[in-house]
């Protein structure tokens, strides 16, 4: 059974280049994004662990945890930091799951239980290790991303999916396509014309299922 949006994502305790730790308790009360790689030591990963490193201000901004998983030992997880760093001109300070049991990948159904690493494994025997999941303070997953391993990923969307996460969280409202911070936002038919009204102001009714409504304080 795979890891569905809406499920608590497992309480594992993981083996980290920053010691150990339990996820849920690394989690507290923030926002959390889990972002996992095949390999260390790999030229699109390296790229993306750098603009992960870049955007700090924006993660603390948005009161969000970043963590690293990769299929390699806490020790290649420091020495691989010396390159991230060197690329990106910004410190790494997020921790790096070691996931050589391919306990993560497999618990966050990213690997087959029945995987394994070879001996002289290359970063093709883990591809699919290659997700976002975006988690909310209450540890249930909110939102998935998968890449193909020639295909960076677009941190600015993960950031702006982190926005609309956080704009709707709990609330019965919605984000439209290429939604940005600021903009209208869609209020959920859950809440009637004149309940809308009334919590949202003024109501933009561009079909009768397709109210917008002006972005709340």
């Known amino acids: 059974m795979g890891l569905r949006i809406n499920d608590t994502i497992p309480n594992l305790t993981v083996e980290t280049d920053h010691g150990t730790l339990s996820l849920h308790d690394w989690i507290g009360d923030s926002w959390a994004i889990l972002f996992s790689h ?4 790999t030229p ?18 948005r009161g ?6 990769s299929v390699d030992s806490a020790e290649d997880h420091k020495k691989w930091k010396g390159d991230i760093e060197s690329f990106a001109g910004q410190p790494a300070g997020f921790p ?7 306990a ?33 303070p209450n540890k249930k997953l909110q939102l998935t991303m998968t890449y193909p391993m020639s295909v960076g990923r677009n941190f600015a969307e993960v950031l702006r999916a982190l926005d609309g996460l956080q704009r709707t969280f709990g609330q019965p409202l919605a984000t439209p396509a290429n939604w940005q911070t600021g903009q209208d936002v869609i209020v959920a ?8 009204s009334e919590k949202y102001g003024d109501l ?9 409504a ?3 304080a």
Do not use: H
Not at 38 to 41: I, L, N, V
Not at 50 to 60: N, Y
Not at 204 to 212: M, S, T
């Open 189 to 196: 038919l859950s809440l009637d014309d004149a309940a809308a």
């Open 38 to 41: 095949p390999k260390d030591f």
């Open 104 to 136: 993560v990948a497999k618990a966050f159904d990213m690997l087959p239980a029945e995987a394994y690493l070879p001996d002289g494994r290359t970063p093709a025997d883990t591809a699919t290790v290659r997700s976002v999941f975006i988690v909310a």
């Open 96 to 102: 790096i799951i070691a996931d050589t049991d391919l």
């Open 204 to 212: 933009d009714k561009k079909l009768p299922y397709l109210r917008f």
């Open 44 to 61: 699109v990963c390296t790229t993306e662990f750098g603009a992960v490193a870049q955007l700090a201000a924006e993660w603390e901004k």
């Open 214 to 216: 002006k972005n709340p």
């Open 64 to 69: 969000t945890k970043v963590m690293g998983i």
